[in-house]
């Protein structure tokens, strides 16, 4: 605890425990916006560098948990269906994780918010993308590779990801499996990644592990309020959140 309060003050962790919480809610329900909402919620009250290395663990444990919910076989077989996406995904992430070291912290948040915003306008414009058959896999490797270079910086691949499964007319369940596979496995490139630019140190970690109990609890409440409430709805106010959120950052990037 001592080195957890070297890094926060008891407020600060209050506050950041209550983000991790209400995150892992909407993780359980809708299947994303974690990361998003961490790193949202946590850069308004501690540095975007700290806020970044707080959502490695719970991002890894409730997409490995949502990975597996269907069993080993069905995220076997995601993995294989999207192996170019991942594989594109996790050699960006590699790539941009170098360079976090060397942005200022309001480079981050515009590069954080900028993304989210544009894609919360055009999921509640109610967008529906369709992708072509010829070259989707050209399509699919430039969509990993957008998604990869800013969850690098960020922590946040989800917007882009959402955007194509959605595009490929993926069915409910398969899409919520899907995307925990893709971020499980883009979350334990993005953790080693930053063990080396220096963002995943022993005090980081610690707080980052801190968050485990809230981010999971949420998310075991949001898994079972998926199946009583109208998930169309409830995307909706979540995006709504989610668009506040990034334009905060804007702001503060922009302004101060």
Do not use: C
């Not at 919620?41 to 959502?55: K, M």
């Not at 900028?114 to 969509?143: M, S």
């Not at 398969?174 to 140190?201: T, W």
């Not at 109208?230 to 995307?235: G, L, P, S």
């Amino acid at each position: 605890m001592d080195m957890l309060f070297s890094l926060i003050s008891p407020e600060t962790y209050l506050i950041a425990f209550v983000i991790a919480l209400g995150a892992g809610v909407i993780k359980g329900m809708v299947g994303f916006a974690m990361p998003m909402i961490l790193i949202s919620g946590l850069s308004s009250v501690i540095s975007p560098e700290l806020a970044l290395a707080g959502l490695m663990l719970p991002t890894l444990a409730t997409n490995g948990w949502q990975a597996l919910r269907q069993g080993r076989q069905a995220a076997w077989e995601s993995m294989k269906r999207f192996r170019v996406f991942m594989l594109i995904g996790g050699i960006a992430i590699l790539s941009s994780a170098q360079l976090v070291r060397y942005l200022e912290p309001e480079t981050m948040l515009l590069m954080i918010g900028a993304p989210v915003t544009v894609f919360a306008l055009i999921q509640l414009a109610g967008v529906q993308l369709r992708l072509p058959q010829k070259g989707r896999r050209l399509i699919e490797a430039a969509i990993a590779a957008v998604a990869g270079f800013v969850g690098g910086l960020s922590g946040v691949w989800g917007p882009p990801t959402v955007m194509y499964l959605t595009a490929l007319e993926t069915p409910k369940g398969e899409q919520l499996r899907v995307q925990g596979v893709i971020y499980g496995l883009g979350a334990l490139v993005l953790f080693l990644a930053h063990i080396s630019s220096g963002v995943v140190k022993t005090d980081t970690v610690v707080f980052s592990a801190s968050l485990l109990v809230p981010a999971l609890l949420g998310t075991w409440v949001g898994f079972q309020l998926h199946e009583r409430i109208d998930q169309a709805a409830f995307k909706k106010a979540t995006l709504i959140v989610l668009l506040v959120a990034a334009l905060n950052l804007l702001r503060r990037a922009l302004i101060g």
